[in-house]
């Protein structure tokens, strides 16, 4: 098995477009043997958001510090803090805003399947 | 999509053979439209622990609160704490210690083609 700190994983910019101030480390993926799904972290900056977008596959999300916002694909903003959870399904526009003081973390697993 | 905190999930005990102070809740999972893998969070009370056991899928897990311990399929053991995370393979023994005074909060997400 493989044992390490979330810190210990080098982060890396989302250069997407439509992103600001929004950094990820890969924290279990294929490279670790994991067959199905991988699990990202994401940190966002205050005022930061990730790209208002949508791909064909699920999110499943759980915040970890910081405030902040999810805005769904009617447009309906949902607050976000530690210990909320996220189901996005695929093909659902969304976007995570930070909307508070600090670091907007969040960890958002996406099945092998997925296209980008 | 679904947005809720994690404590709004009613929490059930954990009846299998083995695990002592154990509760689940399932956060995602396939009746919330998950298609590939399902976040569950478990709470170790102190003093518990999961079973010690294996199957043939694997674990993503990501340590919430408290500290433990993880025993790998080689009997070491490895620290766990807020931030820690773990992937465990398909049919390594595993199990999760709480060695603290508080709660040992962690998620642990597994793919659906998991047969328990």
Same mark, same amino acid.
């Given at each position: !098995?493989? #044992? @390490? %700190?979330? /810190?210990? &994983?080098?982060?890396?910019? #989302?250069? !997407?477009q439509?992103?600001v =101030?929004?950094r990820?480390?890969?924290?279990?993926?294929?490279e670790?043997?994991? !067959?199905? @799904?991988?699990?990202?972290q @994401? /940190?966002? +900056?205050?005022a930061g958001?990730t790209?208002q $977008?949508t791909?064909d596959?699920e $999110? /499943? &999300?759980f #915040?970890?510090?910081?405030? =902040?916002q999810?805005v769904? *694909?009617? *447009?309906? &903003?949902h607050p976000l803090r530690? =210990?909320?959870? #996220?189901f &996005?399904p695929p093909?659902?526009? $969304? %976007?995570f805003r930070?909307? =508070?003081? *600090?670091t907007l973390k969040f960890l958002c +697993?996406i099945p $092998?399947r +997925?296209?980008?």
């Amino acid at each position: !098995m493989k #044992v @390490f %700190q979330d /810190e210990t &994983v080098p982060v890396k910019p #989302v250069e !997407m477009q439509g992103a600001v =101030g929004c950094r990820m480390r890969c924290l279990i993926g294929p490279e670790d043997g994991a !067959m199905n @799904f991988t699990m990202r972290q @994401f /940190e966002v +900056s205050p005022a930061g958001h990730t790209p208002q $977008h949508t791909h064909d596959y699920e $999110h /499943e &999300v759980f #915040v970890l510090e910081g405030t =902040g916002q999810i805005v769904d *694909g009617q *447009g309906q &903003v949902h607050p976000l803090r530690p =210990g909320v959870v #996220v189901f &996005v399904p695929p093909n659902e526009l $969304h %976007q995570f805003r930070n909307t =508070g003081p *600090g670091t907007l973390k969040f960890l958002c +697993s996406i099945p $092998h399947r +997925s296209t980008g």
